[in-house]
């Protein structure tokens, strides 16, 4: 999920919240959160929702169903590679 790892990293670096705080507040390592933005691994559904809490953005945005504004994505559009 190439979209959520940009996403997670903007979001993260907007916010100006370290690795190690991110993990700490929806507890995971910072380990996995880097991995997340890198696009080594994948979160669980769980701490997908926990991001989008945190951030106040809804989970299409992060998983890239939907852009900023809220609308939605033509699903026809999206590559998962």
Request: aromatic fraction near 8%; charge should be negative.
């Amino acid at each position: 999920m190439k979209i959520f790892a940009t996403r997670l990293k903007e979001l993260r670096t907007e916010k100006k919240i370290s690795l190690d705080k991110l993990g700490n507040l929806i507890g995971v390592s910072d380990t996995a959160i880097l991995k997340w933005e890198q696009n080594k691994c994948e979160p669980t559904a769980v701490n997908i929702v926990q991001l989008a809490i945190y951030f106040n953005v809804s989970t299409d945005y992060l998983l890239g169903l939907e852009d900023e504004t809220g609308a939605k994505i033509d699903i026809s559009s999206l590559t998962f590679l």
